[in-house]
DNA sequence: ATCCAGGATCTCC
DNA sequence: GGAGATCATGGA
C-alpha cells in the first residue's frame, strides 16, 4: 500500500490492501455519510474524515488527520495477514480475494457499544439510520447536515422514549441501562483497555444489550481485539455452508478461533463480507 | 402475510 | 447451563 501523509490529508494508492468503498460498507461501522458517487464523510465521536475518491487514489482529509491514521489502521500490513490466513487455511483464498481492500477499523469504544447494541436483531439499513438519527438529535453540531456522535453526558440526557422515538424498539432501555453503567469508574477506559480479552470480554457481557456477539464486535471494532470471532446470522449460514451441520453460536465461534487465533477477526469479516454479498445468487 | 436483520434476555427445566 | 419464547421496526 503506497500512502503520503501530509499535514490535513492522506493520499492513498488503491490497491489490494486498501478500498475505502469495502472499508466503510462491509458493515462494521455505521456513522458515515456518501454526499456524492465519489465521495464520504465519516464521523467518529467529534471528528470528521471528508474522504474522496476514485479508481485509482483515495484522500482523506481532516483536522484531525493522526486520529484518522489511526483509525484507518494504516500501520498495519493487511497483505501479511491475508497471507498468514491463507497458509493456515487456503480453502478461504476465495473469500479473502472478495474482501480485498477490507480494514478493521480502529473505532471509539463508547461509539462501538452504543452502535453494536442498536446492531442487534437488525439490519444493516435501520441501524444507519438510528444512529444518524441519535446524532442529529442528541450530538454536537459540526457543520451543516452533519453531527458528532453524542458523548456520554449527552447520551446520559436521552430517555428509553427517545431512543424509541429514534426507532431503537426494544433495545431502548438496554441503552439507558449501559449508558449509566459506563459512566461507572468500573468501566473507566483505560482500566478496560489493560484487561485481557477473555476478562474485558466478561465485563462487556455485563452490560445491558451485550451478548456474545455484540460483546466480540466491540473488541474486534472497538479494542482492536482480533483473536475473536463473532457470530452472526450470516456466519452460522458461513459455518454451515463449510461443514453441513448445525452448531451453537458458541462453538462455531471456538471453532473458528482455534483454527485463525489472533487472526480471528480479520478472518470473520473477511467471510461476512463475502456472505452478505452473495447471499442472494447461491441460495444458502 | 410471513420472514428476516451483524441477537439479547427472560423463563423454565 | 442449555433450549424456547419474546422482544420493535421496516423492508422484502
Redesign the pocket.
Known amino acids: 500500500m503506497k500512502l503520503q501523509k501530509e499535514k490535513n490529508k492522506i493520499v492513498i494508492t488503491n490497491d489490494l490492501d486498501f478500498n475505502i468503498i469495502q472499508t466503510l460498507e ?3 461501522v455505521f456513522s458515515f455519510i456518501k454526499p456524492s458517487d465519489n465521495s464520504y464523510v465519516v464521523i467518529s465521536t467529534n471528528k470528521i474524515a471528508n474522504i474522496t475518491y476514485d479508481d485509482s487514489t483515495t484522500i482523506i482529509e481532516s483536522n484531525d488527520i493522526d486520529y484518522f491514521y489511526n483509525y484507518f489502521d494504516l500501520n498495519t500490513d493487511y497483505n501479511k495477514i491475508k497471507k498468514e490466513i491463507i497458509s493456515i487455511n487456503p480453502n478461504v483464498s476465495k473469500y479473502l480475494g472478495f474482501g480485498d481492500g477490507i480494514r478493521i477499523l480502529k473505532q471509539d469504544i463508547y461509539q462501538t457499544i452504543i452502535s453494536f447494541i442498536v ?9 444507519k439510520g438510528i444512529l444518524f438519527r441519535l446524532s442529529s438529535e442528541y450530538g454536537s453540531k459540526i457543520s451543516e447536515g452533519i453531527y458528532a456522535f453524542p458523548t456520554l453526558e449527552q447520551l446520559s440526557k436521552v430517555t428509553s422514549e427517545d431512543y ?1 422515538r429514534l ?1 431503537a ?2 433495545r431502548s432501555d ?1 441503552l439507558v441501562k449501559t449508558i449509566n453503567s459506563l459512566k461507572t469508574t468500573e468501566y473507566d477506559i483505560n482500566f478496560l483497555k489493560s484487561l485481557s480479552t477473555i476478562k474485558l470480554r466478561e465485563k462487556l ?1 455485563s ?9 466480540d ?1 466491540i473488541l474486534l471494532f472497538g479494542f482492536g481485539r482480533t483473536d475473536v470471532f ?1 457470530v ?4 452460522r449460514k458461513t459455518y454451515y455452508l463449510f461443514e453441513q451441520k448445525k452448531l ?1 453460536d ?1 462453538d462455531i465461534s471456538n471453532y473458528f478461533v482455534n483454527i485463525y487465533g489472533t487472526y480471528s477477526g480479520y478472518a ?2 473477511y467471510l ?1 463480507n463475502y456472505m ?1 454479498n452473495h447471499s442472494k445468487e447461491e441460495s444458502f
Open positions: 462491509c458493515g462494521q446492531s442487534a436483531n437488525n439490519n444493516i439499513k435501520r441501524i424509541a426507532g424498539g426494544y438496554y457481557l452490560l445491558s444489550g451485550v451478548g456474545p456477539k455484540v460483546a464486535c463473532p452472526d446470522t450470516w456466519i451453537s458458541k470473520q469479516q461476512f452478505i
